[in-house]
Nanobody, 122 residues
């Protein structure tokens, strides 16, 4: 059973910073891409940032320059450093990972965490 657990959300004033963390646990052969998504109230979930196993990153235009995604392959973890927070960044942030598990078929699938709430006050 693979699980992703996020942490680091909270209430912060506009202009502040947060660092979100996500760790994968369970029976894992390898982790390919990892990403952060967010979902604001009344809106669809959107991709915020992604990182490949080799460290190549990609960002949504709305966060480029303010958000930084990184990962620690030894810890099966991915991080999101969020700077210059804006009220529009208020959302539940979800971690996502493309994981291969060590079964006889080498099953590979997308796994999600439960989310961590970020609230930015103006």
């Amino acid at each position: 059973q693979v699980q992703l657990a996020e942490s680091g959300g909270g209430l912060v004033q506009a202009g502040g910073s947060l660092r979100l963390s996500c760790a994968a646990s369970g029976s894992i052969s390898s982790i390919n891409g990892m990403a952060w998504y967010r979902q604001a109230p009344g809106k669809q979930r959107e991709l915020v940032a992604a990182i490949t196993s080799g460290g190549t990153t990609n960002y949504a235009d709305s966060v480029r320059g303010r958000f930084t995604i990184s990962r620690d392959n030894a810890k099966n973890a991915v991080y999101l450093q969020i700077n210059s927070l804006e009220p529009e960044d208020t959302a539940v942030y979800y971690c996502n990972a493309d994981i291969t598990i060590p079964d006889i078929f080498g099953y590979r699938g997308l796994y999600w965490g439960q989310g961590t709430q970020v609230i930015v006050s103006s």
